[in-house]
């Protein structure tokens, strides 16, 4: 590895622990601050200048960060709005992408309509990373960071399709019937390739009988949708979202707690990894892309950036005043209704991210005849004051209109999580007493079991946020209810599913019970091993 390489990798780690505590003390995403300090690391002496090739974000880290948002999706929530989800992933990325493109072709002259578009498609995503945090941290509905995380597992894959087809412009005639068959090849036939992944893995995941096996499958997973989907002129993006979300749907019937664990903890760590290092090396790269526009451009790429921040903001201020109650009133349809105040803060989350970044580097270099292409780095400019102004703008303010406008979880969301311990309490309870006149078990052990899970129900029902350690209640009378105790577990965590299903509680409300769960059971079949 060469020394300059190795500093740079020194400085992402420096930059990342910062990051970290500094956002415990100020109330602003780690997106921002890792790309602020990123900014400023760049001018530290010593420090090279950093070129990150596209296709390490686009083919390398951008995968494993697909499959961890399908895989840990909510899809139950997700089909629940989908209509929204829908209108923003693809409606709003493509009416972003030809505004954006308007402006561009408008402010830049001979800039020509396929690097234009291009343009568009680059700009045209949000990064729903630094909003969602802000807003689950904030205590915002559960709703709207759904629609924010299902609009962004789609509309990467949207715009790299249109990018794509605008490239394909720049070296040959398109025609309208060219354009829709490549969009329906795409999208159709990723998903239908995803599905096709997710049915091997699957089948080799079911099979497997290690945890560390278990997670390199899960770490190939994502490569083995997205590189051949991608070669094949498939949404990569598409195959991995199908693919993970399917995945994800059937996970407690794939391995068990055991495996669940480990895997879980694994791909918390990677994404946090792989997100931070993205924004961090999206700051580094920033002072090197400025470099590249000759000055004597520079008011006139400061007119066009200005123009082009408001397009992309305004269009999607716009797209949510206007475009869900239009279509709530004219379909009647209650699935696009939702108040005023929360279209404002779906409006001001459109942050724009590294992803974005990695496909405006995409842009090529030299023509098909091999001349240097014109205008690329005053598109590669503006695409960085895109990112910058959204990222930074919209993502250090979005706290500020969360409580301007008063946004924050119903009661109903507040308690979900504690009703659903109270009925999987409830549904242990309920098992021991269907167990009364099984002479199998242990009569003093069920008794014992009985006050611990009352003295748990007592607590819950005092709003306690957590399962304390009643279980170190248990006496010696207890031993040999390994069994019972794993039967009260799977009782317990079947209650709570069916409240997930019944759409009682979400997705985030299920994983927390199910890790409780998970835990649980691990222990007990340790004990039960021993």
């Not at 994800?248 to 669940?260: D, I, K």
């Not at 803060?345 to 990695?358: H, K, N, T």
Request: aromatic share 6%; no cysteine; proline share 5%.
């Amino acid at each position: 590895m060469q020394p300059p390489l190795m500093f740079v990798g020194l400085v992402v780690a420096v930059v990342l622990l910062l990051t970290r505590g500094i956002a415990r003390r100020v109330q602003l995403p780690e997106a921002v601050i890792a790309v602020l300090l990123g900014v400023l690391a760049s001018f530290v002496p010593g420090v090279p200048e950093v070129h990150l090739p596209s296709e390490v974000v686009l083919l390398v880290v951008l995968p494993p960060l697909v499959y961890f948002a399908g895989f840990f999706s909510d899809p139950l929530s997700t089909r629940r709005n989908v209509v929204p989800i829908l209108s923003l992933a693809f409606g709003l990325t493509l009416a972003s992408t030809v505004v954006a493109a308007l402006v561009v072709h408008t402010a830049i002259h001979g800039l020509g309509w396929p690097l234009a578009i291009a343009l568009g498609a680059v700009v045209a995503p949000p990064d729903p990373i630094a909003a969602t945090a802000v807003l689950q941290k904030l205590g915002a509905p559960n709703r709207l960071v759904t629609i924010l995380e299902g609009e962004g597992l789609v509309n990467d894959g949207i715009a790299l399709t249109t990018f794509g087809l605008a490239l394909e412009a720049l070296s040959g005639h398109v025609t309208g019937a060219h354009i829709a068959l490549r969009v329906v090849e795409a999208v159709l036939g990723g998903a239908a390739f995803g599905i096709a992944v997710g049915w091997v893995v699957g089948f080799l995941r079911d099979r497997v009988q290690d945890a560390s096996s278990q997670v390199v499958i899960s770490l190939l997973a994502p490569y083995l949708a997205y590189l051949p989907a991608d070669r094949l002129h498939l949404s990569g993006v598409i195959a991995t979202v199908v693919m993970a979300g399917w995945l994800g749907s059937r996970r407690h019937g794939l391995f068990p707690a055991e495996f669940r664990l480990p895997i879980q903890n694994f791909w918390h760590v990677l994404n946090f990894l792989l997100q931070a290092f993205l924004f961090v090396l999206l700051g580094l790269q920033v002072p090197g892309v400025v470099r590249g526009v000759r000055h004597e451009n520079l008011p006139g790429l400061a007119i066009a950036s200005v123009a082009l921040v408001g397009a992309v903001i305004g269009i999607r201020l716009l797209w949510l005043a206007v475009f869900p109650p239009l279509v709530a009133r004219t379909l009647r349809s209650a699935l696009m209704t939702m108040p005023r105040r929360h279209r404002l803060v779906l409006g001001w989350s459109g942050l724009r991210g590294a992803v974005s970044l990695a496909i405006a580097l995409a842009i090529p270099t030299t023509t098909a005849a091999g001349l240097p292409l014109p205008h690329r780095n005053e598109l590669v400019f503006l695409a960085v004051v895109v990112i910058l102004a959204t990222l930074i703008g919209q993502g250090s303010t979005l706290p500020l209109v969360l409580r301007w406008l008063g946004v924050e979880q119903s009661q109903r969301e507040t308690t979900a999580t504690l009703r659903a311990r109270q009925v999987a309490v409830e549904a242990a309870l309920g098992r021991l007493d269907e167990l009364a006149e099984d002479e199998n078990v242990d009569e003093r052990g069920r008794r014992g079991l009985r006050r611990v899970y009352e003295a748990r129900q007592n607590r819950i029902l005092q709003q306690l946020n957590a399962v304390t350690d009643a279980d170190e209640e248990l006496d010696e009378g207890m031993a040999g209810t390994t069994r019972l105790r794993l039967d009260m577990v799977e009782a317990q965590r079947d209650a709570v599913h069916r409240l997930y299903h019944e759409g009682e509680i979400t997705a985030e409300s299920l994983r927390d019970i199910d890790h409780e769960f998970d835990l649980e059971e691990v222990q007990l079949r340790r004990a039960e091993a021993h």
